[in-house]
């Protein structure tokens, strides 16, 4: 190699290493000598905080796959007046207006009009009036009324303000006391009136707000000293807030009455979200201000992919305050540690609070680093988020939106005037699979909150599932059970006809009960065989096989067909009642024997749910296995590559019923659809055959009776049950119409699907 050509390019790489030397010299002097000082005031002032974050709940599907809830990333606002300072308030109401800019509607649930005047939105701003269990009104306090006594602005409306007190009379005053009233230039005791002391008036509306503008701090320029103005003698405006508008005088006020709400321990249900679901226009005004302590994140919340089953798939919301030691302390792991924070959000109600554990899934954890602004300027994950599971029900969407838009439907062009709230179930027969349970009226998942007030208020009770937590006497429906007792008791064969003689008089009482026929035609249903009995539904032949039973047999035919008894839904239901001798006796009533006769026939006491209905039915035709009703299908994992749970069926009860028994008691069911003129026209254009009874359950002489209905299909190998109820809707025969356009729904759709190729098959 030349010398010459080595030397240049040992120099070269001298020249280079020298400037890289300058240039990291001249970095470390601008970090250290330069700025220096302001990185170490950051590393000073960094605020580091851990954070637990919610998993993503996993959805919910029905039994066809169907998306029927899931997730939706939106992006909220939430504050930190930690970070704020003495600049709280002028942040708040810069945040404020960013929101009325851009037409963004923020959490404010103040009930004090918004304007000028000022006035309460609600007739009990501070409290509200019950009547007890011992008929005594009570006063219990609102949120506002519980803030204002813990804040002083109000003394306790709720508590007894005692006797009234008064100053004693003044006694004879001394040359010395007169005197000292005299320098003062006051009157002298003498002079003074009484005067009594008791609890301060409450407020109107816009005194309170001056109140809470003084608590808060609430000023403009040129606002009162008020310390120096009480000094002083001078009066001090209810509204002292210089030259700030009232109106926004009254917005900061609604955003910190939230979070004086929940730092004062008045409401404690989850953290106060100034804006929720907010756009990239909002998201950027508020960015450009670079507002202390504003701090805006993404997270999730629920999407409803169809507006029906609200009854039975929930709703999300925070933890309540009165739940948050139950659900801080809750261990669904078993590692020996609470799963919930007190912000966390549950399941409310429906499939989300019945399979919590399965949706949830697991929190993580991370720390955040924040600037003295509030900034995050890092942040380092502890343990990752793990998605909920996906949850798939037994439902039928399709079905269910079938049968809720049939109630919504007919049940308002019932003949009836009295027609209130209905419900109808649709169960499988050999598994007890809920394909649908739909309940009149009923509300919109999505707009819970915004609908609350009207359907709280509603006298017809959307809220209430009545397919599930409604009890109704089954009247006639019922004569199945007494029929099969009567059968496999040996009362009665198959080939057993009693004469229907109008009256059954056998207990001689004055008033003895009749048959319906003769009730209302004095007619007779002549001798008639259990299967004859079952068809026109004659009472007199099932008040004499009741008696022959005697009630305690009854009930053990009821409890095990699951008539008052719980059905095993994951899901709240109301037990019912199946009358009896302790249930009367256990209402102070005497019970006679005469009694059995009403029992026998639906009436009396007892009350099902059209749940219990249906899986009697199902019962019944399976040949007597109840199994446990249930909305759970199975549980496959967040990514769907694996069954983490899929439902074994639960035999709940057994009954023996011989097949020629079962037969003749099927038959009945099968003359009511064929041979019942009111009936019959229905299901005779059906492709298959149908079983059904019809009931009329008398709630009082002066309304209308119940209508229940209930049905199988297809006769010869039953696959569903349905029961339908419609308070007030007078005979069960109106309800046949409804039931047979449910079956045909179900089988014509059931044969779509399976006419549906199957994936990576070839269509032909």
């Known amino acids: 190699m030349n010398t010459r050509q080595f030397h240049r390019r040992v120099w070269a790489m001298v020249l280079l290493l020298a400037l890289m030397i300058t240039g990291m010299g001249a970095t470390l002097y601008d970090l250290q000598i330069n700025n220096g000082e302001d990185y170490y005031q950051q590393t000073q002032y960094k605020i580091a905080e851990t954070q637990t974050v919610e998993s993503a709940r996993g959805q919910i599907l029905d039994r066809n796959g169907q998306v029927l809830v899931s997730n939706r990333v939106i992006y909220q606002v939430t504050l930190d007046t930690s970070l704020m300072g003495e600049e709280r308030n002028h942040i708040i109401l810069a945040l404020i207006q960013a929101a009325r800019a851009e037409g963004v509607e923020w959490t404010d649930s103040l009930p004090i009009s918004k304007t000028e005047p000022f006035t309460f939105t609600t007739g009990t701003p501070f409290y509200v009036t019950s009547v007890n269990e011992e008929g005594e009104t009570e006063r219990s306090l609102t949120r506002l009324g519980r803030l204002a006594v813990k804040m002083k602005w109000i003394d306790d409306p709720t508590k007894e303000p005692g006797p009234v007190k008064e100053t004693a009379a003044p006694k004879e005053p001394s040359l010395l006391d007169r005197l000292k009233q005299f320098l003062k230039g006051d009157q002298t005791p003498e002079e003074v009136p009484t005067q009594p002391k008791g609890p301060r008036p409450l407020p109107d509306a816009r005194k309170l707000l001056g109140e809470m503008c003084a608590s808060f701090d609430i000023q403009g320029e040129g606002a009162v000293d008020r310390k120096q103005a009480e000094k002083n003698g001078e009066t001090v405006p209810e509204l002292n807030i210089g030259d700030m508008s009232p109106a926004d005088a009254r917005a ?356 099902f749910t059209p749940l219990q209905l249906a899986n009697y039915i199902a019962t019944l035709v399976n040949g007597g296995t109840r199994n446990a009703a249930h909305l759970l299908k199975e549980v496959k994992s967040n990514d769907f590559s694996q069954v983490v749970y899929r439902y074994e069926p639960q035999v709940l009860s057994t009954i023996d019923i011989q097949p020629k028994n079962l037969e003749a008691v099927k038959a009945g069911m099968l003359r009511v659809t064929t041979e019942n003129a009111s009936v019959r026209p229905y299901f005779q254009n059906l492709p298959f055959q149908v079983g059904a009874k019809t009931g009329s359950a008398q709630v009082s002489a002066q309304t209308e009776a119940h209508a229940v209905f209930v049905c199988f299909a297809p006769y010869e190998d039953p696959e569903v049950a349905v029961a339908m109820v419609v308070e007030h809707g007078a005979s069960g025969s109106v309800l046949a119409s409804m039931s047979a356009d449910v079956l045909g729904y179900y089988f014509s759709a059931q044969e779509t699907r399976e006419e549906i190729p199957a994936e990576n098959t070839l269509i032909r």
């Open 252 to 607: 900061v006020a609604g955003v910190l009455y939230e979070l004086y709400l929940r730092s004062k321990e008045v409401y404690m249900a989850n953290e106060y979200i100034f804006a929720s679901d907010v756009d990239i226009d909002f998201i950027s005004r508020v960015k450009e201000q670079n507002l202390t302590g504003v701090v805006v994140e993404a997270t999730t919340v629920r999407q409803y992919h169809t507006k029906y089953a609200a009854h039975l798939l929930g709703r999300v919301t925070p933890i309540f305050a009165e739940e948050v030691e139950y659900y801080t302390n809750l261990d669904l792991d078993g590692d020996g540690v609470g799963d919930y924070k007190m912000n966390d959000t549950v399941g409310r109600g429906g499939a989300e609070q019945a399979f919590e554990p399965y949706l949830r899934g697991s929190s993580g954890v991370k720390t955040v680093e924040r600037n003295t602004k509030g900034k995050i300027v890092s942040e380092t994950w502890l343990s990752e988020p793990k998605p909920g599971d996906n949850v798939m029900l037994t439902l039928d969407i399709g079905l269910q939106a079938y049968v809720e838009n049939l109630l919504a439907d007919a049940v308002p062009k019932l003949e009836s005037t009295e027609v209130e709230g209905a419900a109808c179930v649709v169960l499988d027969v050999k598994s007890a699979d809920v394909l649908a349970a739909a309940s009149y009226p009923t509300f919109d998942l999505a707009n819970y909150s915004a609908d609350y007030a009207q359907n709280a208020e509603n006298p017809l009770k959307p809220f209430l599932n009545r397919a599930f937590q409604g009890a109704y006497p089954p009247g006639s429906t019922f004569k199945m059970v007494t029929a099969v007792a009567g059968l496999e008791e040996g009362k009665i064969t198959t080939a057993t006809k009693i004469r229907d003689e109008g009256r059954y008089t056998y207990y001689t009482d004055v008033n003895p009960p009749q048959c319906w026929i003769y009730r209302q035609y004095r007619s007779y249903h002549g001798m008639v065989d259990v299967t004859k009995a079952i068809e026109v539904s004659c009472n007199y032949f099932f008040f004499d096989v009741g008696r022959e039973l005697g009630i305690d047999t009854l009930v053990d035919y009821a409890t095990r067909f699951g008539l008052g008894q719980k059905t095993g839904i994951e899901l709240g239901e109301e037990r019912g009642v199946m009358a009896s001798r302790e249930y009367t006796e256990s209402l102070g009533q005497k019970w006679y024997d005469g009694n059995t006769l009403s029992v026998a026939i639906g009436q009396e006491s007892s009350q």
